[in-house]
Nanobody, 123 residues
Framework: QLQASGGGLVQPGGSLRLSCAAS????????IGWYRQAPGKEREGVAC????????YHAESVKGRFSASKEIAKNTAYLQMDNLKPEDTAVYYC??????????????????WGQGTLVTVSS
């Protein structure tokens, strides 16, 4: 089970940190992916962290601004989002999968999802 939190309203250029609390599986054995879906757009993979906590895939649109991480002792994954832009406005989801993993250049569609958290970037 996954539960994302930390969304909210932020001004352009601001920062937010999303959290994804995990339970019910071995947190150090599965990747955690972050996805987002903006109004009227398809869902896209944003960033991913490996089972051991190594940052892996990050979409080109967020490289240098977003960073995925994991705190295994707390069974929690994070998405640090800096220098936010209006186009980052979306519902953000965390997800995982027992048999799929992300790599440096790819991020599959994971099968187990938490509820989303809304991020709105607006002045």
């Amino acid at each position: 089970q996954l539960q994302a939190s930390g969304g909210g309203l932020v001004q352009p250029g601001g920062s937010l940190r999303l959290s994804c609390a995990a339970s019910g599986f071995f947190f150090n054995s599965q990747s955690i992916g972050w996805y987002r879906q903006a109004p009227g757009k398809e869902r896209e993979g944003v960033a991913c962290v490996s089972a051991s906590g190594t940052p892996m895939y990050h979409a080109e649109s967020v490289k240098g601004r977003f960073s995925a991480s994991k705190e295994i002792a707390k069974n929690t994954a994070y998405l640090q989002m800096d220098n936010l832009k209006p186009e980052d406005t979306a519902v953000y989801y965390c997800a995982t999968d027992p048999v799929l993993w992300c790599g440096n250049t790819y991020m599959p569609n994971f099968g187990s999802w938490g509820q989303g958290t809304l991020v709105t970037v607006s002045s």
